[in-house]
């Protein structure tokens, strides 16, 4: 399945041209491949559709509580690394997560596959890349 706007033949292109020639890296150990993405969940009972012989009431906190996880998963190993909070995920989030990748591959070149959220493309995120040497660190953003 495609999202709404995706051109099938940029997509595939871009496999072909970009992402498998740095996968190939990665299987060979020349390179560190990451797919980046955040998950919000909300710390609350959710219930959709439910029966029952007699109405039950749950207690439910009130607000928005919430758990926040940005996570990179290496495309080969498929370890997770994660930076969590429980306020909102921003640019510093990005940039502790690049800190963490950074100091986990500090002798081999880094690519990232992001999405197109503004926060992974700010002014912060690529001064902080640059200072890490941005020789090493590729960034593919959608």
């Known amino acids: 399945m495609l999202p709404a706007k995706a051109d099938p033949d940029v997509q ?3 496999n072909q041209e970009k992402l498998e020639p740095v996968l190939e890296q990665a299987k060979d150990g020349t390179r560190k491949v990451y797919f980046v993405d955040a ?7 959710y219930l959709g559709l439910l029966w029952s012989f007699c109405r039950l009431f749950i207690q439910a906190p009130a607000g928005r509580k919430r ?11 498929h370890r997770l690394i994660t930076v969590t909070n429980e306020s909102y995920i ?8 690049l800190w ?16 197109n959220a503004r926060y992974q493309k700010c ?4 001064e902080l890349a640059d200072t890490l040497n941005s020789s090493r660190l590729y ?3 959608f």
């Open 12 to 14: 595939e292109k871009f």
């Open 39 to 45: 998950a919000h969940l909300v710390l609350a009972p």
């Open 67 to 77: 758990f926040n996880v940005l996570g990179a998963l290496d495309a080969i190993t």
């Open 90 to 97: 921003n640019a510093q989030s990005v940039c502790d997560l």
């Open 100 to 115: 963490k990748l950074h100091r986990l591959n500090p002798n081999i070149p880094i690519t990232l596959v992001l999405d």
């Open 123 to 126: 002014k912060l995120v690529f």
């Open 139 to 141: 960034f593919f953003i």
